[in-house]
């Protein structure tokens, strides 16, 4: 298309960010190639029509918000073709951006039928691998980076781990669900090579290319691929794991980070408790050990009890045969 560096300069003028003018010169590229391919020659202008059958194009791939900003870049450029002399009325209008509900809800986490569908969506369109890739993801709570990284030998499917090295190094559990389809998706690939996924250009896939993926088959818009990771998290939780193990199957520092409950903070430890009965630390450890005090207990294994059983165990009578003792 002509008039590149003409418009790159208009956008300068016009004030726009930096971000701004790389996103629409990438939008202008690939409309100029898109224009060429299809009409067999360079556009000069900007036709309302052909630019609303190629935006209907766009829809099958990318989110409204996506499509209102390819608006933003048709008005854009139509205004500088007008200030060129190469246009003399504005054709792009914002009637033709999309509306998007302000208060949409989105849920908190994916749930399994949700990714389950996503899931099943990607097999039947785009083949084993895709899932495989997508599903790693959101049954191992892999990053994506670290899934493009992986190498056939970060496999151990006998004792079943995923070897994470690098920054995040650890060893992530896989279930026998995850085994089988990696097993059934090794199978099927033709030769195998140093990483585990291999693209169409045998080059291993890239971050960005596993979150296109996503968010082509991802019927919420809104959601990143993150979700994923944050579905496996939700599932951890469920099936038991603390806090702490739960970040540290997923690949975050722990060192610095508290995981005392807000709740524990309110109760006493067992020295406090013991001034109320003038007792040591080491008895009231013995009532805990023995249930006459309820208890609780940190992530580290330090014993909190609620300050109600003050008042409960100060009725009972094993604390009155303490104090006539004492």
Known sequence: MKNTFLYNKYLLVEGKSEKTINLYMYYLKKF???????????????????VIYYLNNLALKLSSKSLNSQVNFFRSYNAHLISVGAQSEMVIDLKMRINIPKNKEIPKELNEKFVEDLLQNVYNSDGIKNFTMLYTIAYSGIRPIELVELRLKDINLVDRVIYIKGRY????????????????YLRDVDKLQEYLFINERDTPYTERGIQWLFRKYC???????????EFHKSMLFKQGYSPKEVDEMLGFSTDKKSYINSNFQEML???QFAKEFNVTAQAVRKWCNNGLVRVYKTDKGFRRIPYSEVE????????RHIKKRS
């Open 269 to 271: 430890t067992p020295a």
């Open 169 to 184: 190094n650890r060893e992530v559990p896989i279930d026998s669900k995850l085994i089988n389809n990696l097993k059934l």
């Open 32 to 50: 100029d190639i898109w224009y060429e391919a299809n009409y067999s020659k360079p556009m000069d202008f900007l036709d309302r029509e052909v």
């Open 219 to 229: 019927s919420d818009t809104k959601l990143s691929l993150n979700a994923l990771r």
């Open 312 to 319: 409960r165990f100060k009725d009972s009578a094993y604390p």
